[in-house]
């Protein structure tokens, strides 16, 4: 096993994990890179175990016997140490979860693969929030969304606060970035997906009636935080659905909206 003891904040070994906090900076170059950060020994452990291949651990002293079995498995590559004023030096933030990791992304899945057999997916328009993207990855793995599919401009699924708060779900749910929106929503109806819009439309059916119908494969499309779905969009798909609201509220958090949507819609057969 290769370990580095740092000394320098400004060593070039370790420019993966320096300034994580600038969130624009890390949104353009982490998917230019191929790369990606996975916060938490926990985290990256689920990364490991979906089989991403790391580039290199970063984490303090105090944390090497607890993932001492992940380094005897990944022995050739490089495990930086250092203390946590000069962790946090390069970060930006103090590291408070245990270990980082800086993993290579995986290959992109073709959407006709990812389509194979699925039952059930989502599909995220211009959700720029990182904790929502987190939140709702987390509610697809647990209630059973075979697929996500996110927009052009969609906040990144494998950024480091979209990794943390889904908890790592993010590497078992299978998902792609559209190129053509919202053109590829057609690719979903040729698949024989009936494609909903989660919106409070005039014409929207309440969630529990189009849960009645059955379809043999739905597509939720969820929008921004926001403006809420964009005209070209609920022109494109072929329903509104949306949430029946008691005491005077009208809408919830996407986040917590896609929850409730994916049981509703479970398939039941």
């Known amino acids: 096993m290769t370990f580095h003891h ?6 070039p070994r370790v420019s993966d994990y320096t300034r994580l906090t600038d969130v624009h900076l890390r949104k353009l ?17 689920r990364a490991l175990a979906a089989g991403h291949r790391p ?10 016997e607890d993932l001492a079995d992940v380094f005897e498995q990944h022995p050739d590559v490089p495990v930086y140490i250092g203390s946590a004023a000069l962790l946090e030096d390069i970060t930006g933030f103090h590291l408070h979860r245990g270990a980082m990791a800086a993993m290579q992304r995986p290959d992109p899945v073709p959407l006709p693969e990812l389509l194979a057999g699925a039952r059930r997916v989502a599909v ?4 720029v929030d990182h904790t929502n993207v987190g939140a709702i990855f987390r509610s697809a793995a647990a209630l059973g969304v ?12 494998l950024y480091r606060r979209s990794v943390r708060v889904s908890m790592g779900t993010v590497f078992q749910v299978p998902w792609a970035r559209l190129d053509n929106w919202p053109g590829d929503l057609q690719v979903l109806r040729d698949q024989g997906f009936t494609v909903a819009a989660l919106e409070l439309t005039g014409d929207a059916v309440d969630l529990d009636e189009l849960a009645a ?14 403006a809420g779905m ?5 022109a494109a798909v072929d329903l509104a659905v949306k949430i029946p609201m008691r005491a005077g509220v009208d809408s919830l958090n996407v986040a917590a909206a896609s ?3 994916f049981w509703e819609l479970r398939p039941r057969n």
Request: charged content about 30%; glycine content about 8%; overall charge negative.
């Open 6 to 11: 740092l000394d320098s904040a400004d060593d």
């Open 29 to 45: 170059r982490e998917p230019a890179e191929g790369m990606y950060i996975a916060e938490s020994s926990r985290v990256l452990r």
């Open 55 to 64: 580039r290199s651990f970063f984490l303090a002293e105090k944390w090497l």
């Open 124 to 127: 995220l328009e211009d959700i």
């Open 146 to 157: 075979d697929a996500v599919l996110v927009s052009p401009r969609c906040g990144d699924p």
């Open 213 to 226: 119908r059955q379809p043999e494969r739905l597509a939720l499309v969820l929008g921004t935080e926001g």
């Open 230 to 234: 964009s005209a070209g969009t609920l």
């Open 259 to 261: 929850a409730v949507a």
